[in-house]
T-cell receptor, first 116, second 114 residues
Framework: EPEVTQTPSHQVTQMGQEVILRCVPI?????FYWYRQILGQKVEFLVS????????KSEIFDDQFSVERPDGSNFTLKIRSTKLEDSAMYFC??????????????FGSGTRLTVV | EDKVVQSPLSLVVHEGDTVTLNCSYE??????LLWYKQEKKAPTFLFML????IEKKSGRLSSILDKKELFSILNITATQTGDSAIYLC??????????????FGTGTRLKVLA
């Protein structure tokens, strides 16, 4: 079964450093998302992306965050200057259409980001 | 503000028990409600519910939506230790941006003891 692949599975970084989280969505999918889950808290929407541009972003997704689809297969989330509160599990997701009537979109297994 | 509330927050049962997980929501323009199972990492899709009163079933799991009372339940019968996971409820509002975002509840942590 096709999967959304995220790398690395765990990243530790120093506060103030830039990190890039990588995702390879399912190959024929067109809609891409990033969510995050701070330990013990809800999964929260960060951003959605379609046709090489951001469709919607949450209040969390400030100027420190950016997304890119650099080569038609990868979908990246960059955090320019990490803060302690960016420590979370980051999930990438994708879907083939904007809305599927019987299926949710497919999530990757996540990258655990720890900022020290 | 759109809100999804799940209850209970955690639950411990024995194998063979039946459990009912609850999800209530307040969303300005409702499109659908989804249930996911989160074991170690990636949430995996269980059900999507769009219409009231129509039960969806998959093996021992079933779910139903009540759009009048704004809630859904997820039932698991004859629980097994493999059902131990966090069960997430997410609501999809009607979109204005061109894509659909999910609004998640806090999840219900289910532990099934052998």
């Amino acid at each position: 079964e096709p999967e959304v692949t995220q790398t690395p599975s765990h990243q530790v970084t120093q506060m103030g450093q830039e990190v890039i989280l990588r995702c390879v969505p399912i190959s024929n999918h067109l809609y891409f998302y990033w969510y995050r889950q701070i330990l013990g808290q809800k999964v929260e929407f960060l951003v959605s992306f379609y046709n090489n541009e951001i469709s919607e972003k949450s209040e969390i997704f400030d100027d420190q965050f950016s997304v890119e689809r650099p080569d038609g297969s990868n979908f990246t989330l960059k955090i320019r200057s990490t803060k302690l509160e960016d420590s979370a599990m980051y999930f990438c997701a994708s879907s083939v259409r904007v809305f599927l009537f019987n299926y949710g979109y497919t999530f990757g297994s996540g990258t655990r980001l720890t900022v020290v | 503000e759109d809100k999804v509330v799940q209850s209970p927050l955690s639950l411990v049962v024995h194998e063979g028990d039946t459990v009912t997980l609850n999800c209530s929501y307040e969303v300005t323009n409702f499109r659908s409600l989804l249930w996911y199972k989160q074991e170690k990492k990636a949430p995996t899709f269980l059900f999507m519910l769009t219409s009231s009163g129509i039960e969806k079933k998959s093996g021992r799991l079933s779910s139903i939506l009540d759009k009048k009372e704004l809630f859904s339940i997820l039932n698991i019968t004859a629980t097994q230790t493999g059902d131990s996971a966090i069960y997430l409820c997410a609501v999809v509002p009607l979109f204005t941006s061109g894509t659909y975002k999910y609004i998640f509840g806090t999840g219900t942590r289910l532990k099934v003891l052998a």
